[in-house]
């Protein structure tokens, strides 16, 4: 399976207003950012490349299927939502085995899987609390946990770093690398210093268009720091 997201002249209309204006990328494994201002069309286009939103026109494939495909590609995609929440009174090990099932995981594999999963997102000691009970960060990484349980080839993450505290933010930030490799990770933040961070690919978004796509290091070689150049573009600068 070639691990790719194409889009080619993408557009979105909520009615009359233009979301997505002729979106144009293509995003290899290793985390990608999507970087933009409130309102920029992020959450836009993260829903429709995870199929939760019909485009208006132009064209985009994951992995080589048509986002339209939704059948063959939901099993490849894992979602986490700018705004995540489930059950307050389930405990973290039963939602995430109840999430796996939605997911079409075995039970067989859920069974293995789970303990893993809650390893690998710093939640094994909260597995008998319930969600309620969870910090904002760990509401995050229990969000994560279920973004991944199919093992996706495609992880698309919407914000998932506001809101954190610093501390939850650099781990946070290490997880979604670790995440990275031999899949895409789609990480789309309003904040500067996360794509500095973590990606060498991005893209910036304004007012539904791309004003830049490329590696981070071909917006700072003129001397300016990532989040002049940022500024800049989107004309604040
Ligand atoms: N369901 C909707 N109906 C009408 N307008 C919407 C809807 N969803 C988003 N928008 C508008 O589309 C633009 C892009 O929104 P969004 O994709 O949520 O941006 P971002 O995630 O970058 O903040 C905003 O102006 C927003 O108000
Ligand atoms: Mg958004």
Redesign the pocket.
């Known amino acids: 399976m070639n691990i790719e997201i194409i889009t080619d002249g993408l557009s979105k209309r ?2 009359k ?1 233009l ?2 204006d002729d979106v144009s990328l293509k995003i290899g494994p290793g985390v990608f950012g999507l970087l ?12 429709i490349l995870a199929t939760l939103l019909p485009k208006t026109g132009g064209m985009a494939t994951v992995c080589g299927a048509d986002i339209s495909e939704t059948k063959t590609l939901r099993p490849l995609i894992g979602y986490l939502p ?1 705004e995540f929440s489930f059950y307050p009174n389930m405990f973290v090990d039963e939602a995430l085995d109840y999430l796996g099932l939605l997911s079409g995981v075995s039970r067989d594999v859920r069974k293995e899987r789970i303990p893993e999963l809650l390893n690998r997102v710093n939640l094994f000691d909260e597995r008998r609390k319930r969600i309620r009970a969870l910090s904002g960060g760990m509401k995050r990484r229990f969000g994560m946990a279920q973004a991944i349980i199919h093992n996706p080839a495609v992880l698309i993450v ?2 998932p770093t506001s809101g954190l505290d610093p501390v939850e933010r650099v781990r946070f930030r290490a997880m979604l690398g670790d995440m990275a490799e031999n899949r895409i990770v789609i990480l ?1 933040t ?1 904040i500067v210093e996360d794509v500095e961070k973590l990606c060498d690919h991005l893209a910036i ?1 304004d007012k ?1 268009a791309v004003v830049f796509d490329g590696v981070v290091t071909g917006l700072t070689k003129g001397g300016a720091t990532l989040e002049e150049a940022y500024l800049q573009l989107i004309g604040e600068g």
Do not use: C, M, V
Not at 40 to 46: V, W, Y
């Open positions: 909520y009615g207003f979301a997505l933009g201002r409130n309102g920029a069309g992020k959450t836009t286009l993260l829903r700018q919407d914000e789309s309003h978004l539904g």
